[in-house]
């Protein structure tokens, strides 16, 4: 048995919400979507994941820096409605105090320098997705960010230089005066 995967053109934003709320349980566990389009800034998918964390998932079929930017606006609106978003999902009743969402965002393409933004320390976590169909069927393909260095160009000098191994890296004696005679 094969199976025919062929890329497919980017749907509505309705029909990839469908795909968004449909594949969720593929890349965050099992999920509970508490809300498929979140009356806040770019209409997240409000759910709780696998951890029982508060989850907000922002896209945007065209625009990454879009789906980033609503997600970080839908990320503080919900946080200041915590308490608000408490009484009216009681899923939430079983959260201790008020965490900060999660926040997962999907873009088509990774801008540059999006890994930097997408650092354990925020929360914020960054996927990208390609929309596809399997066997004449959409389906969506979601993928952790990672960037590739871009390639350099032919005859440029390396943009990273590699430490030599076993040098010594104190100044010389000339090193050191030269500075100094630089110094201001």
């Not at 593929?26 to 964390?53: I, M, N, Q, S, Y």
């Not at 008020?98 to 930097?116: K, Y």
């Amino acid at each position: 048995m094969a199976l025919h995967i062929r890329p497919e053109p980017m749907p509505s934003k309705p029909a990839l919400r469908a795909l968004i709320v449909a594949s969720l349980d593929a890349f965050l566990g099992p999920t509970t979507v508490l809300d498929p389009e979140l009356a806040c800034t770019g209409h997240p998918v409000l759910a709780l994941d696998a951890a029982h964390r508060l989850t907000l998932v922002s896209f945007d079929p065209g625009d990454g820096i879009q789906a980033l930017l609503s997600g970080l606006s839908a990320w503080h609106e919900t946080r200041a409605g915590n308490p608000w978003l408490k009484r009216l999902y009681p899923e939430l009743h079983q959260l201790d105090g008020s965490p900060a969402p999660r926040l997962i965002v999907l873009m088509p393409e990774l801008p540059p320098g999006i890994s930097l933004i997408a650092s354990d320390e925020c929360g914020l976590e960054i996927f990208c997705f390609r929309v596809l169909a399997v066997d004449g069927q959409p389906a969506l393909l979601v993928e952790p960010a990672t960037e590739s260095p871009p390639a350099p160009e032919v005859g440029a000098a390396p943009r990273h230089s590699q430490p030599v191994p076993n040098v010594d890296s104190e100044l010389t004696e000339e090193e050191t005066a030269f500075l100094e005679s630089i110094r201001p």
